[in-house]
Nanobody
């Protein structure tokens, strides 16, 4: 069974930075496309950033230039470096690992940026 676990969330002031981490268990990690999603209260879950198994990165327009996604296949980790955070970035952030018919999610980590 594959386990996905996020960490690194917290309270950060506007303009600040935060780094989220995600570990994915198992030996198939290099095959996964990895992504960070977020869900703010009352909103649908949305894609924030994705890094493919070929290291191709894509970002939502709302975070492009402020967030960076990286993966480390040797450590089974994917992280999201967030900078210039805004109150609109407040959400629960979820890590996703997907390959073929497999699709795994973590329980999320809360990021709060007060007004």
């Amino acid at each position: 069974q594959v386990h996905v676990a996020e960490s690194g969330g917290g309270l950060v002031q506007p303009g600040g930075s935060l780094r989220l981490f995600c570990t994915v268990s198992g030996s198939n990690f290099p095959r996964y496309d990895l992504a960070w999603y977020r869900q703010a209260p009352g909103n649908q879950r949305e894609l924030v950033a994705r890094i493919s198994n070929e290291y191709i990165r894509t970002y939502s327009t709302s975070v492009e230039g402020r967030f960076i996604i990286n993966r480390d296949n040797a450590k089974n980790t994917v992280d999201l470096q967030m900078s210039r955070l805004e109150p609109e970035d407040t959400a629960v952030y979820y890590c996703n690992a997907a390959y073929s018919q497999f699709d795994y999610w973590g329980l999320g980590t809360l990021v709060t940026v007060p007004e």
